[in-house]
């Protein structure tokens, strides 16, 4: 008998499930974070994500303290295998082993089943709204390894048949005709905001008796033109940036990082420079942060401006200005940008994406004692600084010659930290700025009834200035649109949501969940989806959704977003 110790022969209840289990766990583990970090790194790729990440891990030690007791206790938990020698494998210890590892098999596959019934199935990433109030609480029901495995191998953009064809387009097509050529040919400036929502607003968000945190641009929306409820079409910044300038909503996954960015696309700038107009887009940080230049020249820019040439012009402060972590900040990057606008040939159209109003949420040091920190939202101060920045851009722009020819568009690329439960709810998360300021009056000034999105900024300009070809674009026209046509969309952790006059519903692909009349109801506490006086509107409401679901899917998957002669 020999008592020679060999870790080959280990009963099979000792080695089978912790083997197994730890491979499986580590594969699952390594996949998640294959997941997760390739999509921060692919996304911050340029950036110093080194010192991004530091900066979360000090500002969240918590969760790094909390991880580091769960390794501990998982570690001084587990029941380490115990070695044996070849005669204390008994038959039974096999037999014992084999059935309990069977059982442990069966239970598993009818937990994950939810049952044992044959006509049970497991569930879909959307039934998690049967359980959860809001898909804002999705999140709560669902686990990233669950929603990973049940995504995986599928397509992005399913193919959806709600209607024919034929009956599709007559409900809703995202291609705008042809319209008389504007001939005075103004200027275009896109202003993206980071990280603003309307609640800042004191103009928008319907508190007179509170003070907002963006007063200048409080005034500029009193002299342009807004609207009653304006909404985000997406929650990051690479979302709006696709809503804004393509005319794309976040409907799946951000456009940007999906196979569908392989897509031919037009963007409004790629439209004006049909037209002769010269472009150019500004972003203080990094060159590549965000891929935000590859973005650029993809929808129509032929120029790009970031921290390279702000350094490189000497009449500016170079990397002194540069705030240690994103970019340039915003006051002087501002201050550039209306410089390098006179320098471009008229007419032109270009873009400037803020970054200051960004975590870890700091103010240059000279302005720290005037934007103190204010209550429990670190964000405030930010809002209130780019807003100052924004002034003193204003009151150098509209001293060139080109101001009085310009027409100025604002918008977020997404909202932040809300302080009020309105903003709060599925809807107020996506509340963002939207308004159009004409310095020459020409355009309308007034806040108008009716809904806006970011996607409906590209119709709108090409409408207005005159863009005589056909195009696609998935918003609408808001100067040509009646108020009770205007629509937003949505898609909040799989569940679309869709505003349309005084309602807003919740679908999540088959069926509507819920619906809600947002302003009476702001909390969106009161599900509507029973009361048969409401039905026909909730019901034309959904076949207006799909319509534009399949429309979307469709042309994602057949690279149909331009349009062809």
Same mark, same amino acid.
């Given at each position: 008998m020999t008592t020679n110790k060999i870790s080959s022969?280990?009963?099979?209840?000792?080695?089978?499930? %912790?083997?197994?289990?730890?491979?499986?766990?580590? &594969?699952?583990?390594?996949?998640?974070?294959?997941?997760?970090? &390739?999509?921060?790194?692919?996304?911050?790729? @340029?950036?110093? #994500?080194?010192?991004?990440?530091?900066?979360?891990?000090? +500002?969240?030690?918590?969760?790094?303290?909390?991880?580091?007791?769960?390794?501990?206790?998982?570690? $001084?938990? !587990?029941?380490?295998?115990?070695?044996?020698?070849?005669?204390?494998? /008994?038959? $039974? =210890?096999?037999?014992?082993?084999?059935?309990?590892?069977?059982?442990?098999?069966? &239970?598993?596959?009818?937990?994950?089943?939810?049952?044992?019934?044959?006509?049970?199935?497991?569930? *879909? @990433?959307?039934?998690?709204?049967e359980y959860a109030p809001h898909p804002i609480h999705s999140a709560l029901v669902l686990n990233t390894p669950y929603s990973i495995i049940r995504t995986m191998g599928k397509s992005a953009f399913p193919h959806l048949e709600y209607y024919g064809e034929a009956e599709a387009e007559s409900i809703y097509s995202p291609v705008h005709p042809a319209v008389p050529v504007n001939p005075s040919h103004p200027n275009v400036a896109i202003i993206i905001l980071e990280s603003f929502g309307s609640e800042y607003s004191a103009y928008l968000n319907g508190r007179p008796e509170e003070k907002g945190y963006m007063p200048f641009l409080d005034s500029l929306m009193r002299e342009g033109l807004t609207f009653e409820s304006t909404f985000s079409n997406g929650h990051s910044s690479i979302d709006g940036q696709a809503s804004v300038h393509l005319s794309v909503p976040l409907m799946v996954i951000s456009f940007f990082t999906s196979h569908a960015a392989l897509n031919e696309v037009r963007g409004v700038a790629t439209e004006l420079r049909d037209m002769g107009y010269h472009t150019a887009y500004f972003h203080g940080a990094d060159n590549g942060s965000l891929g935000l230049d590859g973005f650029a020249k993809s929808v129509g820019y032929d120029n790009y401006y970031g921290r390279t040439e702000y350094n490189e012009d000497s009449r500016f402060g170079g990397d002194k200005d540069f705030d240690g972590m994103w970019a340039i900040w915003d006051e002087p990057f501002l201050q550039f940008y209306a410089t390098k606008m006179t320098e471009l040939k008229?007419?032109?159209?270009?873009? #400037?994406?803020?970054?200051?109003?960004?975590?870890?949420?700091?103010?240059?040091?000279?302005?720290?004692? #005037?934007?103190?920190?204010?209550? /429990? @939202?670190?964000?405030?101060?930010?809002?209130?600084?780019?807003? &100052?920045?924004?002034?003193k851009f204003f009151e150098t722009a509209s001293r060139q010659p080109w101001y009085s020819n310009?027409?100025? #568009?604002?918008?977020?690329?997404? /909202? *932040?930290?809300?302080?009020?439960?309105?903003? +709060? /709810?599925?809807?107020?998360? !996506?509340?963002?700025?939207?308004?159009?300021?004409?310095?020459?009056?020409?355009? %309308?000034?007034? $806040?108008?009834?009716g809904i806006a999105q970011q996607i409906d900024i590209m119709p709108t300009l090409l409408g207005y200035l005159g863009y005589n070809k056909p195009y696609v674009a998935f918003g609408?026209?808001?100067?040509?649109?009646?108020?009770?046509?205007?629509?937003?969309?949505?898609?909040?952790?799989?569940?679309? =949501?869709?505003?349309?006059?005084?309602?807003?519903?919740?679908?999540?692909?088959?069926?509507?969940?819920?619906?809600?009349?947002?302003?009476?109801?702001?909390?969106?506490?009161?599900?509507l989806i029973s009361d048969p006086a409401l039905r026909p509107t909730f019901q034309s409401m959904e076949r207006t959704l799909k319509a534009i679901i399949q429309s979307y899917m469709q042309r994602m998957t057949e690279n149909n977003l331009i349009v062809r002669e």
């Open positions: 022969i280990i009963p099979v209840r000792e080695w089978l499930l %912790p083997v197994a289990g730890n491979l499986t766990l580590q &594969m699952l583990f390594l996949g998640i974070c294959r997941v997760a970090f &390739m999509s921060v790194f692919t996304e911050f790729r @340029n950036d110093n #994500v080194t010192d991004i990440l530091g900066i979360e891990f000090l +500002s969240h030690w918590y969760f790094i303290l909390l991880f580091l007791v769960m390794l501990v206790a998982m570690w $001084r938990l !587990y029941r380490q295998p115990r070695f044996c020698t070849e005669d204390s494998v /008994t038959t $039974r =210890q096999l037999i014992q082993s084999v059935v309990m590892t069977l059982f442990v098999a069966v &239970m598993t596959i009818g937990g994950i089943r939810g049952g044992f019934d044959p006509e049970q199935r497991p569930i *879909n @990433n959307k039934d998690a709204k008229e007419p032109f159209i270009t873009t #400037v994406f803020t970054a200051s109003s960004h975590h870890p949420y700091h103010v240059p040091e000279q302005y720290a004692a #005037v934007y103190p920190e204010e209550g /429990t @939202n670190p964000i405030h101060k930010c809002i209130r600084y780019t807003d &100052m920045s924004l002034r310009t027409i100025f #568009v604002f918008t977020s690329d997404h /909202t *932040n930290i809300p302080d009020h439960k309105e903003f +709060s /709810t599925d809807m107020g998360l !996506y509340s963002a700025p939207i308004f159009f300021y004409d310095p020459s009056g020409e355009m %309308p000034r007034e $806040r108008r009834a609408i026209d808001l100067l040509n649109t009646p108020s009770e046509d205007t629509w937003a969309v949505t898609n909040n952790n799989g569940i679309y =949501q869709f505003v349309k006059g005084d309602y807003v519903i919740h679908f999540d692909g088959t069926h509507t969940k819920a619906a809600y009349n947002y302003k009476k109801d702001w909390l969106l506490e009161h599900n």
